[in-house]
């Protein structure tokens, strides 16, 4: 770099440095944050998952429930269902898009959801995953102003994500974070076949 080019970089990046450390300097506020992801791109729920183990890693207590179960055991419940700070629960009878059974599936969404106000209501647990939970909700297995009104009286310092490709109107409403993954391209549609470690 020339002496110029190398001055204009430093007066940049301290210009930058300044912006940076103003807007560190206003976020003053420590509470928990309840976090959607959303979107029909491919990284929803491995966010939530890489979120856990940040989360673990500083010896956080969590739960995570699934309410869409696959066939397969997952990479991420075969990993974290024995970590001894983690209560890993896969939606009991298990919606899947094989089962069909209106009465069914309800009764497991009514179920998971019991247990999931639980966790909301235990301070112990400072980080929850309700990963797929928004299918519960547009299916109508589940009513939105009951999740809405359970997840905003959770404890102050308890963060929660919740995934799946749409949110409701209610969600949104008291949501800290929203991020939408977008599906720019997926391999599945060029016929590569879903593998575990990448898809579950
Ligand atoms: P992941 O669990 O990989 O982070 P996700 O939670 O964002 O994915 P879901 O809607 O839960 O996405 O879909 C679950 C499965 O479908 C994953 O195996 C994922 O790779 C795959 N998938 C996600 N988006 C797409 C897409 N746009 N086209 C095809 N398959 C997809
Ligand atoms: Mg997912």
Do not use: C
Not at 153 to 159: D, E, F, L, S, T
Request: hydrophobic share 40%; charged share 25%; proline share 2%.
């Amino acid at each position: 770099m020339s002496d110029a080019a190398d001055t204009k970089y430093r007066e940049r990046m301290a210009t930058k440095k300044q912006v940076v450390d103003e807007r560190i300097a206003r976020a003053t506020i420590e509470r928990g944050v309840l976090i959607l992801m959303k979107g029909n791109g491919k990284g929803k729920s491995s966010s939530a998952f890489g979120t856990l183990a940040r989360a673990l890693g500083h010896g956080h207590r969590a739960a995570v429930i699934q309410f869409i179960k696959g066939r397969k055991a997952t990479g991420e419940y075969l990993f974290f269902k024995d970590h001894p700070q983690v209560n890993f629960h896969v939606m009991g009878h298990g919606f899947t898009w094989e089962t069909q059974d209106a009465t069914k599936d309800r009764d497991a969404a009514l179920a998971a959801w019991a247990q999931a106000e639980v966790y909301l209501q235990d301070p112990n647990y400072h980080f929850l995953v309700f990963d797929e939970l928004s299918y519960m909700l547009k299916y109508g297995h589940l009513e939105p102003e009951r999740v809405a009104k359970a997840l905003a009286a959770r404890p102050a310092h308890q963060n929660v994500i919740v995934t799946g490709r749409t949110m409701a109107r209610e969600l949104q409403d008291i949501a800290d974070t929203i991020s939408i993954v977008n599906d720019e391209r997926h391999a599945f549609r060029q016929g590569v076949k879903a593998q575990p470690g990448i898809e579950y």
